[in-house]
């Protein structure tokens, strides 16, 4: 159901029901911040300073953990990408071209190896420049496969060690604080994300963020301003949707703190905050002046989709399928009810850390009142405009209805995304839960068996299960093809989402530039767009104006047209290879 039609069918009821809605919104974040005031500080003392020691295990937990959960591809690490053949090839392609930018003169912001021979302007592309730049060093000791697997399994064990500290900051509890790293480090939505996305899968900066910017507010110090800007630099340049989720955290962070000292204006936290802002927006500064002028004459530079993407309701207590139980048939009949796309709508919390929070909601420590209000927030974000149960939609407006009109705001299309903030909040909460449960709970000598049986629970709830991989080789047309006939530039078809992203990962084999290709928002037409498909004589002469030389006929994707396909192109077109996958015809 379209947004329109959505506000036509239910505005009337609409009205009154959000209206009751936000009132009760209200009430519930009022009630859990004025428990912030209330709880006494001696329900929860000052957690000791974290020891180097503590961190070297927590990472060599992090590590084995992720070993274990990724053990599937290990044995084929240098030779197949994580995750199905989908966005993950373009990641793959984008480490591709900055290394080939690296000692050329093109420049990091056009490339013409994709949607020849126009080329395509990069600006609002999916680069993630911190694993860019992590993978030049990465590649010549690795090569780029191992190198595309290292950047996201090392997002695992960085996540896991960021909120480790977090909740170590809060809590002196090394066993508590090494379940919510976890907790969070293996999050559904991080998994299904690292299948796809390279760059939101890269949520590891975000708790490091969070541990400086809660320092830095309440102990001030350039000890604690530099580090997070650090972080909110380093979550920004990783993905630019990240730049803008961090925002809202910081402005939650304040909001909570002046709630509690019941102040509106606290003037150093908001110079502080305002510091670990403004470091990153004046780096970034001739990056983001280029996006705003690109916004200003490109209409495709907004993206669409906060509709689409917003996660359903009933996904935050659906297991996914990147799960044991999530892939049984009764769950992906669930599933399938979600809308937008499998990897987006996956936003599971996990059914036991939200038990073991329930468990102890009521005798939380203070502090961790805001972090329940903050993971309300942006969990309520993450359901988009239109608050749908099983793919229906409601009558309710929610809050991002507004996020998504505010140019600059809406520059986040896919709302779920904001759940990783959510996830990060339950992780901190079930460790704090369990820690209170330790503390004030008695099971007298089974207390102990009561909370390992717990978090061995928790454990398999999240643990997750992945194997799909895809395999990066060359086919043998295209090594026949540059060997022999020596083509300036190549049409692969048919074309396609999944077929034009396998291309890209042809391209970074073979190195010739490829009229396919895809970018996350494409900014003009170039000459796929305009391409005849039916009058091939006047396709001869379009491809043949534009430089391309060769066609490159892909039949595993043609499937039942095959034959007709390639006979039909015989009639027009020179046939210099053929084999049982492929058939090339030379365009002059």
């Known amino acids: 159901m379209g947004y329109a039609k959505w506000l036509e069918q239910f505005l009337p009821f609409g009205i009154p029901l959000t209206l009751a809605f936000y009132y009760l919104l209200y009430r519930l974040l009022k009630v859990l911040l004025v428990n912030s005031r209330r709880a006494p500080e001696s329900e929860c003392p000052v957690a000791a300073p974290v020891r180097a020691v503590e961190i070297v295990v927590a ?20 030779t197949a990408i994580i995750g199905p053949p989908e966005d993950n090839l373009v990641f793959f392609w984008n480490l591709h071209w900055f290394s080939h930018s690296l000692g050329s003169d093109a ?51 960085l996540s896991g060690i960021g909120a480790f500290l977090l909740i170590r ?32 899968a890269s949520v590891q900066f975000l708790p490091f963020l969070v541990v400086y910017a809660l320092r830095s507010m309440k102990q001030g110090g350039w000890r604690n301003v530099l580090p997070a800007a650090l972080f909110f630099l380093l979550g920004s340049l990783a993905s630019w949707t990240y730049l803008v989720i961090q925002t809202y955290v910081l402005l939650g962070l304040y909001a909570c703190e002046a709630f509690r000292r019941r102040q509106i204006v606290l003037w150093a936290p908001l110079r502080n905050l305002g510091l670990i802002g403004g470091i990153t927006l004046l780096v970034l500064s001739p990056w983001l002046f280029r996006l705003i002028s690109v916004a200003t004459t490109s209409p495709a530079a907004k993206g669409a989709g906060h509709t689409v993407f917003g996660a359903d309701l009933m996904a935050f207590l659906t297991p996914a399928s990147v799960h044991p139980v999530g892939s049984l048939d009764f769950m992906q009949n669930l599933a399938a009810h979600f809308t937008g796309n499998p990897w987006e709508a996956t936003v599971y919390l996990g059914i036991v850390p939200l038990v073991i929070t329930l468990m102890t909601v009521g ?83 089974y207390t102990r068996a009561v909370l390992v049986l717990l978090v061995a629970c928790l454990a398999v709830d999240l643990f997750p299960r992945v194997s799909a991989r895809t395999p990066v080789s060359l086919p043998a047309c295209y090594e026949v093809l540059t060997e022999q006939h020596h083509p300036r530039a190549i049409l692969d078809l048919p074309g396609g989402y999944v077929e034009a992203n396998t291309y890209m990962m042809y391209q970074t084999m073979h190195g010739l530039p490829i009229v396919q290709g895809q970018v996350a928002r494409k900014l003009k037409p170039t000459l796929i767009d305009r391409l005849d498909t039916l009058d091939l004589i ?51």
């Open 59 to 78: 990472a060599a937990a992090y590590i084995v953990l992720t070993s274990v959960a990724f053990w599937p591809y290990l044995g084929s690490f240098s």
């Open 363 to 445: 005798r939380l420590p203070g502090k961790g009142y805001p972090i329940l209000a903050l993971a309300v927030v942006f969990l309520l974000l993450s359901l988009g405009p239109v608050l749908r149960v099983f793919g229906h939609p409601l009558p309710f407006l929610l809050p991002e209805a507004a996020l998504a009109a505010i140019p600059g705001a809406n520059f986040v299309r896919v709302p779920a995304r904001f759940a990783i903030v959510g996830s990060l909040g339950l992780a901190v909460l079930s460790s704090l839960s369990l820690w209170t449960l330790y503390r004030q709970m008695r099971f007298g000598r």
């Open 538 to 588: 006047h396709q001869r002469e379009q491809l043949a104006s534009s430089g391309v030389t060769h066609i490159v006929m892909h039949k595993n994707f043609l499937e039942a047209e095959a034959s007709a396909t390639i006979e039909r192109y015989s009639n027009v077109y020179d046939l210099v290879y053929d084999d049982s996958s492929h058939t090339v015809f030379v365009v002059e």
């Open 107 to 157: 420049g990091f912001s056009f490339t013409n190896l994709i949607f020849y021979p126009e080329g395509v302007d990069l600006a609002y592309h999916s680069l993630s420049w911190y694993n860019l730049a992590l993978s030049v060093p990465l590649r010549s000791l690795f090569g780029p496969v191992a190198t595309y697997n290292l950047l996201i399994l090392h997002s695992f064990v």
């Open 169 to 200: 900051d809060l809590i002196d509890s090394m066993p508590a604080a090494l379940v919510g790293g976890y907790v969070f480090a293996f999050s559904a939505s991080h998994v299904a994300q690292a299948l796809h996305h390279l760059n939101i």
